[in-house]
């Protein structure tokens, strides 16, 4: 063995991390272990330019006038926050890191089913980021995250042509991610992991996947006559030609309603291990809570409609979505009901993953009751395209998923690297993200209530109290969660060790070294307990 | 299972199975699924655009139908049977590997691809003959007897749809090519022919796809 | 000019529309039971975590694995309840949105970045627009290039305004006053700017205003319709190289193609910029095509006119 630093460790110490430190051994490799956290890497990047976007829009809002940028700037500012905390940070975010890295070993596998198209969907994801960094520096784009046509077809002067393709080449990223979680938990669980042993987090991937396979491919043909549209002018979407901009709402909305259940069905994926965990308690009914994911996958096609309340779609298909908006927000009730009674006479402890699973719970129903609001038609009438929107949408996206992606990563941040972050530290963050966010967003639902509408650069003076509130509530948000970024840095090189089950939970992958070694289990694993046995744990340890 | 089995790795050449996998079954059924759920991928990535023609069929009967006067229906016809020939060879393919049978499987491959080619081909000089006059979509459309305007929509769906279908075939004609060169190593064999069969389903696919095309944009 | 907010609940704008204070109890109702159901969850998940923090590492929870009543009781209690809200906003909605008889029109073109209005009587507005108190208004809308959407936060009423097709909605506006209007659909680069005030009048107020002096827009049509040649071929006898469009308005006209539609704005709008579409029976498809040299309120005032053309004899031969 040689004696540089880069010396291959003893067997016994040999984990998917330190094993090999090429150039090649990263970016070719098949281990789906490194594939997340080349994800991580990634999407932290695109989630901190999109933060830097967003910072840019509060501070505009601070005042009514548009004072410190003109409006084209300000609406690419707008616009380019959503469609890299849409494309490129919310769908890939659990699935692609927390979800690479432990279906395999929760499932009992050595890898996914297809590693090299795991990797691929890397690739693709950072091909599409790079058109999306290409149309920033060729001057942004200016349509709002949603392209709706004949404005982005025919009228905007900005990069949509490669902002469109960056969000198609993500798109297959996502797709293949899906196919290959799908495969991987139908075909490659061990002995003994029957279905009702699946862990839910399981079980949410899997949903998941369900909609980026079904979904996805329209958003990419969307796309496509957009693009086609506006390089050769042709007219899917002109009504110069009888074509119809509705038809493209239509298509549009079609995959992005079910994206945001991509979105966020993986967080409750995450708020199902973090509760049982930290409570010390099989959840309260697994069946329904699996059976809730599927629900909330296949009522999400039939919603996307409600989007459109106001856009000349016919009343009665406008009751049909409604009617069915109503409906998908009962299984969505249903799991938080079940990780409430989970605490129920359980043991419960306040690490910080648990600290954002109970935000997640408190902030998600506050998201999810004004959701309601918004499916009954004749409130949307009002708050259709205001402030409203934005701050119900922000609420399940920021304040659902943002905070079960830093959940989940908290949790297994010791398993993926083998360190312990510092606790207090890390209290302190979810504090402040607490904060910060319902100081930023509640105020958006009263002054969307008063009228103000979403994506205005200038807006009438008596909306600006609620505005500096909002930006206030964010510069809190932004350190909530740049402190993260300082200490989960800091603890890769000085954190202390990682033991294999820091917080005694249940689960395959805790029963294999942190960090687990490329092939995550030395032997394959035989499963013979019910997932969540937190009661045998305490049986067993009473027996002793 | 037996520990050993478990941390055994797959030496057999005949079964290529990969180190993910427990063994050669599971690689096969797994590599089935995977392509029938790509495969569900394509269907709703035409589906928006065939929506799409529904919707505007629906809409403009009429300029639709004059609109469609103007395709080639000889050559249509022609591609269509160049196509289901070729799926009938690339089925022989699939079948010769099984049987292990490699001069027949290369020879099945190579005629797959032949015609592929020609469909190709013949597509490039239906578009040549539509670009002449002057029925590609956009500033440079004209039509010559009077219709509605929305005539040039039958042409946007047209070569939007038959132009994606073109891209898919040329990808299988890509496909073609890598499971010509290892087929012609001798890879794929009774034990190990699971790439060929997939790759056959991708072909039936953008096959069966042509086969609503055709009507839909000729015929009718 | 700051517009006055309701005073009383400056969490409120002002209500102004038949409609807003229904929207708002709607609004109220639903809130009050967010708040209930909302603060319920906070409670018990604070409480469960106080009553059932872990007093030490051999703390042994029971194993509970959950209970069929309860799920059955927390999905369908939420969802029929809810489901009332649906039924409510949904009736809501159909009024609000259904057309109403013996409305006053207004035409709004809505074009990058501004808000064009046509009242019947002459007078034209840009992002302003006067109207009455207590009378039913229908306003009929369209776009000259991209989506915007026509929005007044105190009448609780939006719809977009789509290029290509008009679009409609009815309101009765209840309170004097000045109010927001805003552009609600995102339009491009003074988006933000595309505003403007709704001012309501007294009847009285509003009479004298929309009697300006302006010609009306069937006048203005009837200009058009000459300037544009339309009179030389659709003469009124129906003998000409077009059909005739005396009463035309609203009634069934059958099509060469055998096909029956309605003759209504859209089917006018659409026989101007692409006559070939539909040709009616017995008449031949030479009408030229005027896309491009009409604008969108030439249009409209070229419509009120036709509309205002009725049959001059009693028991005339009805429009085929």
Not at chain 1, 319 to 343: D, E, G, R
Not at chain 1, 352 to 360: D, E, I, R, S, V
Not at chain 3, 172 to 194: D, I, N, R, W
Not at chain 3, 215 to 223: L, N, V
Request: net charge negative; hydrophobic share 45%.
């Amino acid at each position: 063995m040689s004696a540089t630093h880069e010396a291959t460790p003893p067997t016994s110490e040999l984990n998917y991390l330190n094993n090999g430190w090429t150039w090649q051994s990263w970016l070719l490799t098949g281990d789906h272990k490194r594939i997340a956290m080349l994800y991580v890497i990634s999407i932290t990047v695109f989630f901190a330019l999109g933060g830097l976007f967003a910072g840019a829009v509060r501070l505009e809002l601070i005042t009514p006038q548009g004072d410190m940028m003109d409006a084209e700037t300000y609406n690419k500012m707008f616009t380019m926050h959503g469609v890299i905390m849409v494309f490129f940070f919310l769908i890939p975010s659990v699935p692609a890191t927390i979800g690479n890295f432990l279906i395999p070993i929760m499932v009992g596998a050595r890898d996914l089913a297809f590693p090299k198209i795991n990797l691929l969907s890397w690739y693709l994801y950072v091909i599409g980021g790079f058109c999306g960094l290409y149309a920033a520096a060729v001057g942004g784009v200016d349509t709002g995250w949603t392209f709706y046509t004949p404005y982005s077809s025919t009228y905007s002067n900005s990069a949509v042509i490669a902002t469109a393709m960056g969000a198609f080449v993500a798109g297959f990223s996502s797709i293949l991610t899906g196919l290959n979680f799908i495969v991987t938990i139908h075909k490659m669980r061990a002995p003994g992991m029957t279905w009702g042993r699946l862990p839910l987090f399981v079980w949410a991937h899997y949903a998941t996947s369900l909609i980026q396979l079904l979904g996805t491919p329209v958003i990419a043909i969307t796309l496509v006559l957009l693009m086609l549209e506006r390089a050769f002018r042709i007219g899917f979407f002109d009504p110069a030609l009888g074509g119809d901009p509705v038809l493209f709402q239509h298509l549009f909305w079609f995959y992005s309603h079910p994206a945001v259940y991509i979105m966020i069905l993986p967080g409750m994926g995450v708020i199902s291990e973090i509760i049982t965990c930290f409570s010390k308690k099989h959840v309260f009914g697994y069946h329904f809570v699996a059976g809730s994911s599927l629900a909330i996958a296949i009522l999400g096609f039939f919603v996307w409609g409600h989007h459109m309340f106001t856009a000349g779609q016919s009343t009665y298909a406008g009751m049909v979505f409604s009617l069915i908006t109503f409906a998908v927000a009962v299984p969505s009730a249903v799991k938080i009901f079940n990780w409430t009674a989970t605490m129920y006479k359980g043991s419960v402890s306040y690490e910080t993953p648990m600290l954002y699973a109970m935000g997640f719970i408190g902030l998600f129903t506050i998201g999810g009751v004004t959701g309601v609001m918004l499916a009954t038609m004749a409130i949307d009438l009002h708050l259709h395209d205001t402030y409203f929107v934005v701050a119900h949408f922000h609420y399940v996206m920021v304040g659902g998923m943002v905070m079960a992606y830093m959940g989940g990563m908290h949790f297994w941040w010791p398993k993926m690297t083998g360190r312990m972050y510092p606790e207090h530290w890390a209290k302190l963050s979810a504090g402040l993200v607490f904060i910060g966010f319902n100081l930023t967003f509640f105020p958006q639902f009263i002054v969307g209530y008063l009228g103000m509408p979403r994506r205005y650069h200038a807006y009438p003076e008596e909306f600006q109290v609620f505005q500096v509130l909002s930006t206030a509530g964010a510069s809190v948000l932004g350190v909530g969660y740049l402190l993260p970024l300082i200490y989960f840095t800091w603890s890769i090189f000085k954190g202390e060790k990682a033991p294999p089950n820091p917080y005694n939970a249940k689960g395959l992958e805790w029963t294999v070294p942190s960090p687990p070694p490329t092939e995550n289990f030395r032997i394959m694993p035989v499963v013979n307990e019910e997932v969540y046995a937190y009661a045998e744990q305490h049986e067993e340890k009473a027996l002793v | 299972m037996s520990e050993h089995a478990a941390i055994a790795h797959h030496h057999h050449s005949e079964e290529h199975v990969a180190h993910q996998f427990d063994n050669a079954l599971q690689q096969y059924e797994s590599g089935n699924l995977g392509m029938w759920l790509f495969l569900l991928t394509e269907v709703m990535f035409f589906g928006g655009m065939f929506g799409a023609y529904t919707i505007y069929r629906a809409w403009y009967p009429e300029a639709f139908e004059i609109a469609s006067s103007a395709t080639n229906i000889p050559l249509g016809a022609f591609n269509t049977v160049v196509l289901i020939v070729s799926s009938l060879t690339m089925a022989l393919a699939v079948q010769s590997a099984q049987l292990g049978k490699t001069k027949r499987l290369v020879w099945n491959i190579i005629l797959t691809m032949v015609f592929g080619t020609a469909f190709l081909v013949v597509k490039y000089f239906e578009y040549s003959e539509k670009i002449g006059h002057h029925h590609f979509p956009g500033s440079s459309f004209v039509w010559e007897t009077p219709a509605p305007r929305e005539v040039q929509i039958l042409f946007c769906l047209y070569f939007a749809m038959t132009g994606m279908h073109a891209l898919h075939m040329i990808v299988g004609l890509g496909i073609m090519t890598w499971l010509l060169v290892n087929a012609i190593k001798g890879v794929y064999g009774p034990k190990y022919y699971n790439p060929v069969e997939v790759s056959g389903l991708y072909w039936h696919f953008v096959d069966i796809v042509w086969i609503f095309l055709f009507p839909m944009l000729y015929l009718i | 000019m700051r517009i006055s907010m309701n005073k009383t609940l400056p969490l409120l704008p002002e209500s102004a529309s038949d409609i807003a204070p229904e929207i708002d109890l709607l609004m109220l109702a639903e809130t009050a039971f967010s708040i209930f159901f909302t603060g319920l969850i906070f409670l018990v998940v604070a409480y469960f975590a106080i009553k059932y923090r872990r007093k030490s590492e051999a703390d042994t929870p029971p194993h509970i694995h959950g209970s069929l009543m309860l799920e059955l009781a927390w999905t369908f209690i939420p969802f029929v309840m809810i489901l009332g809200f649906f039924v409510w906003g949904t009736n809501v909605y159909f009024r609000a949105y259904s057309a109403q008889p013996n409305a006053m029109e207004i035409f709004v073109t809505g074009k990058q970045w501004m808000w064009k209005v046509q009242h019947p009587e002459g007078p034209r507005e840009i992002n302003e627009l006067h109207v009455p108190v207590g009378r039913t208004l229908k306003f009929t809308m369209i776009s000259e290039d991209v989506l915007h959407s026509y929005y007044i936060p105190a009448f609780r009423m939006k719809k977009d305004v789509l290029p290509g097709r008009y679009t409609y909605f009815w309101i009765t506006p209840t309170k004097v006053g000045s109010y927001h209007l805003f552009c609600a659909e995102y339009c491009g680069t003074q988006h933000s700017g595309m505003i403007g005030t709704v001012h309501v009048m007294e009847q009285s107020e509003y009479e004298k205003w929309v009697s300006g002096g302006d010609e009306s827009m069937t006048a203005r049509g009837e200009q058009l319709f000459s300037q544009y040649g339309c009179v030389t071929c659709h003469l009124a006898d129906g003998k000409g190289r077009g059909p005739s469009l005396v009463g035309v308005y609203n009634s069934m006209v059958k099509l060469q193609s055998g096909v029956v539609v309605k003759a209504d704005e859209s089917y006018f709008r659409e026989s101007i910029l692409n006559p070939r579409a539909k040709i009616v029976e017995k008449y031949q498809a030479v009408m030229p095509t005027f896309q491009g040299q009409i604008s969108e309120e030439g249009l409209l005032q070229i419509i009120a006119y036709i509309k205002s053309l009725e049959k001059e004899e009693e028991g005339g031969t009805p429009q085929q």
